[in-house]
């Protein structure tokens, strides 16, 4: 039950990274929504690796395939197999993990937590699983249709944030980084570019935005919406923080700053501002549901790392391996995709609760 | 199913602030355990309201009662079944806020949902609710036992953090902010009083640590550790935002600097930083599990606020009730709560697990 | 979470045969339901014992009492947290049962699952739990609406079924059996005479009906109607059976002879028998639902039975409580009442998936 | 999540009669356990199709591949995907069916809830999906390891039902029809001649047998031993019923005949009798568990059958395909398969709350 997300809309995922495929099942889909492969492969064309010179080398093509659950194109309310098969699994450069902890990676975790564990490129612990959240993400998406929009945007690397004043969401697709903010990503290039050269990585962060959002969706009080979107995004690779709307900001407001101020324009409820990010008591205010999260630099660098081994030794790690010098930017469509699954699955809920409900 | 919390270490919490009770029933405790009331009491008075001048003057004896689960002094095995009885319940002083949306409340968002709502003090959008949350949270700390400590501290009010140099868990007891900083308890002190007075609030951050867990919990890949305790603290009130160990700070880290060393001392793998927070890959990894979670300031202030009323029309709101200058203080003992009833939970799967696992 | 039933109607029961109160909670009702306990009571009475002779001489009231979820007289969508005191609790009378174990009850099981049991009166294995699934089931009639009428009939007592030619729903309340036959009533009347007074007890089948259900209710594969109906009649007390429609005995037909045969009336499609019991597939079919179960005597007899003490010892036991000669009656309203809240519960499922979906 | 089954030891299936694959994911397996393809071969072998003329003679190798949760040989602790290719998945038989409900079939039901259905041989509601369910019993069995025996026969063929005196466990394997009773079995094959012959189908009773299961599991009272085990069996297609030991037969008796007379035989609690069929207040005795199951016949025959189509006409039907005259043969392997996933997630559930707790 701890592979599985999501209440009625509930997705499975299962793989390794060096197995011969990872998949993922995801039940609950209404019937008859059109859907096939070409629904689905775009989104996990964003988050495939080797786009830039800034992501892994590691080459997949990360073809997906539906195996169930659709029938002359159309969703039948059965659940929905996904498979893809892993082509570029050289186990031969992860050899050298088998026996040492990367410091900050899962490797010591697992084995205390199961006795046992595939070291081959993380295994189950591997940001490939990340794929099939991907894959889920964009079935979500054909469940909330198209007035919703859900986009994000790497907004900090490293010590580089943006400047909100430059925000374009135009932007995000005409630099490898997700980037909404052309100097920003011109800046990132370069600084950037000296990480990978020096063998480093960096964190960063990640803003998600969904529009079109009505109010009403979030059920009280253990599966709040933005309890659910944190847990959501928690559970993603690497993850070290969450927030919604001010976030952490709003500690250090007074309450009659912080307070959307609501406003009648015609018939229709208004808010002059966003710090609640879109939600209210754990429900949807009618205002973009705004996320936040902060992603560590991988561990995965080629600068010695003092650590232990399986043996109860003191060593240290190199890891060779094709990494990410910013993982941070392969989790934006990671994170846009989490917030669709989370979103579909309040959509049902709050369906089956009021009868007459819609976007 | 929206109003429990947890896999098999689970509770379910009902009542509204107004109703003539709250509750919740404590399901999956493991037999044989010493319990009475005042195993729970002590826990509840940390958290009671009118304890200085810093919190809600509202008058709740907060007197808990177990009503099953408990044969003889010892857990059955069976709910445990805990009320509070609600004594202050001055309905009238709500009488305003009928009719009008508080700003940055779930006034609004719960209409929307529901379509109706029981508007006196909050109802079930009180932060009343949580007072179970830390009843639970008792049962939880005796099934972790005496080696696990669990304590939380406000470590920021307003724009004022502590000076982590000066921390010492005993001060929290000194002092009516549960502050681990004697200066910084000394300067809030003043800073509060001036809120107070200006009928003003402000929000805060708190920091929860367990320490006595072994490296073995939580659940991958979505009941990880640190994705259960995400979803925990954004699931109470006023939670706008959390991380763990360095969290937001580790986006601007290096990999060589956020990696938290391994060293050998003696037989036993020691860490020489802890900015993971006690956990990778979603498992506790033996060091302390270090969970940070911003309160937003409430917005029930004597100042006032515009806003729009149930007719749809602009009004302005000043809400004159009991209020918490600094809704985070009393978040704390929660926060704790939270923290033992999601431990609890994970050592109870993971015992299921690995049969002869144990803390 | 094992006190708990359904997935989006879902209740929590919770308490023991002699402990200060017994209650349940209802989570997921929709709000804006008129809903107060005089809608709960008459369905509590229906099971309440005392009744009669054939039912234990136990004097409960029964008096529930609604403590949260409900404002102004509508249900707000939040959790109904139902209560019963518990009255004439006499533990005296079980002190005989403190060190045997009673044949056929859970005496023995639950002391070596758990280490520890309240052996007054059953603890919480006793079938006063029964009466919260009742409270429970009134609620579930309220979102079912009136166009979906569930009754139930005992049809079997000890060796004597009813002739089902006789079947007459009026009947069920005219003699204190809920037998629907009544010429099977008045000979049951004597035979279940001579049992009491022999100080013994017999079983019985009973057979739950819902009608007005329309097609589409159920989740398959392993949520389907008949496999959640199933589940929810086998956890009753003293329940050793379950079947749809025909049940066994279609075991011994053939297959033309077993199917119901569809024919169109106007545009309405009909079936000319109802073998299937309103199930294909694990979904209804908009034939009444037909559930049947099976309720083993109670072993307490005052009829010596040899038995063995917790100590290791052989003994023999005569339980003397007042006990119900056949609590196959009680376990009518019982039945009734899970029919309700399995129904309940699929409607808010399949309203998630389809939209529109109407009673 | 109505495509799962189980608490910890849970699995989720996937997968059309007609479309490319069939498979499950098996979450929840601990770490350590020895296992390859040819632990769960063995017993899909049993249960596959055409291995006799008393079964649809369509040709599956159904050779099942594990794609995940493995490695060098030992369980992982992470989700194991297991695959079954469709080979032999000729449409063309079931194009007749593709206006036409077929009568007793899920036809016209899943048309009704979900508006659209794979028609192609059942698509989801084919009998194709129990292999799932037999390849995640095989790994339920290696949890439950070998002092646990589990083992099913047919009781009853039509009205044809065994001599239990004659039962003898190692005829099951030497006739077709898993029958534990020669001479039975010797009827049964001229008997099932004459109904196949004649395009007919006959209905079918199963008996599953767990013995080695210690007292202790079962979680009252919504998770109660044998109401899980109900739902388990209820969920096999075409079953219609579900008893445990005495079963309906206990409605029939009296008190002091039921009840199991309990007796020391040296230090060790032993029964007379097994009405209870091993279990009591929904916990494992320690007797052997005993469940019984009635399968209705299929009413794919070749004798033409009244029903309607999907543009409301009546018309009738024959069902030309390759059918099987009992199906309850087949569905002997599946109720085993159930019985060992619903005791295997009982274990890890009572291990959970019992630290020292063993088989």
Redesign the interface.
């Known amino acids: 039950?701890?592979?599985?997300?999501?209440?009625?809309f509930?997705f499975?995922?299962?793989?390794?990274s060096h197995?011969?495929?990872?998949?993922c099942?995801v039940?609950?889909v209404?019937?008859?929504i059109k859907l096939s492969e070409a629904d689905i492969q775009p989104w996990l064309d964003r988050r495939k690796p080797g786009q830039s010179k800034f992501t892994t080398q590691r080459k997949e093509e990360d073809k997906v395939e539906i195996?169930?659950?659709v029938?002359e194109g159309?969703?039948?309310?059965?659940?929905?197999?996904l498979i893809i098969h892993n082509m570029d699994a050289r186990s031969k450069s992860y050899d050298d993990i088998k026996d040492k902890?990367r410091?900050?990676?899962?490797d010591?975790?697992?084995d205390?937590?199961?006795?046992?564990?595939?070291y081959r490129g993380g295994?189950?612990?591997s940001a490939r699983?990340t794929a099939m959240r991907v894959a889920a993400g964009a079935i979500a998406r054909k469940i909330l249709g198209k007035k919703v929009v859900i986009r994000a945007a790497l907004v900090?690397m490293?010590?580089h944030a943006i400047n909100r004043k430059n925000w374009d969401w135009k932007e995000i697709n005409t630099n490898p980084f997700f980037c909404p903010d052309a100097q920003a990503a011109a800046l990132w290039e370069k600084y950037l570019g000296g990480?990978r050269k020096a063998g480093?990585?960096?964190?960063?962060?990640i803003e998600v935005m969904a529009e079109g959002i009505?109010?009403?969706?979030?059920?009280?009080?253990?599966?709040?919406l933005?309890?659910?979107?944190?847990?959501a995004?928690?559970?993603i690779?690497a993850?070290?923080?969450?927030?919604?709307?001010?976030?952490?900001a709003?500690?250090?407001?007074?309450?009659?700053?912080?307070?959307?101020?609501?406003?009648?324009k015609g018939?229709k409820?208004t808010f002059d501002t966003n710090?609640?990010?879109g939600?209210?008591?754990?429900?949807?205010?009618?205002q973009p549901v705004v996320v936040r999260f902060?992603?560590?630099?991988?561990?995965?660098?080629l600068?010695p790392?003092?650590?232990?081994d399986v043996h109860?030794?003191?060593t240290e790690i190199i890891t060779k391996g094709r990494h990410d010098p910013c993982v941070?930017i392969r989790a934006v469509p990671v994170g846009e995709a989490m917030m669709a699954c989370v979103l579909a699955d309040h959509l049902?809920?709050?369906?089956?609760?009021?009868?007459?409900?819609?976007l």
């Open positions: 039950m701890f592979n599985s997300f999501g209440h009625l509930r499975t995922t299962w793989g390794e197995g011969p495929a990872i998949g099942v039940d609950g209404p019937p008859g195996l169930s659950g029938f159309l969703t039948t309310g059965t659940p929905i197999s902890y410091p900050a990676h899962a010591y975790t697992y205390q937590k199961y006795g046992i564990r595939d295994g189950r612990a699983e900090q490293g010590e990480i480093s990585s960096v964190g960063a962060v009505p109010a009403g969706l979030g059920e009280p009080v253990y599966s709040k933005d309890s659910d979107l944190a847990a995004m928690m559970s690779n993850v070290k923080g969450v927030e919604i709307g001010a976030g952490f709003s500690a250090a407001m007074r309450g009659e700053q912080n307070a959307d101020v609501m406003r009648m018939n409820v710090h609640a990010g939600i209210l008591g754990g429900i949807s205010s009618g902060a992603v560590k630099p991988t561990s995965s660098v600068i790392i003092p650590t232990v109860g030794k003191n941070g049902l809920l709050q369906r089956a609760r009021v009868p007459g409900f819609k």
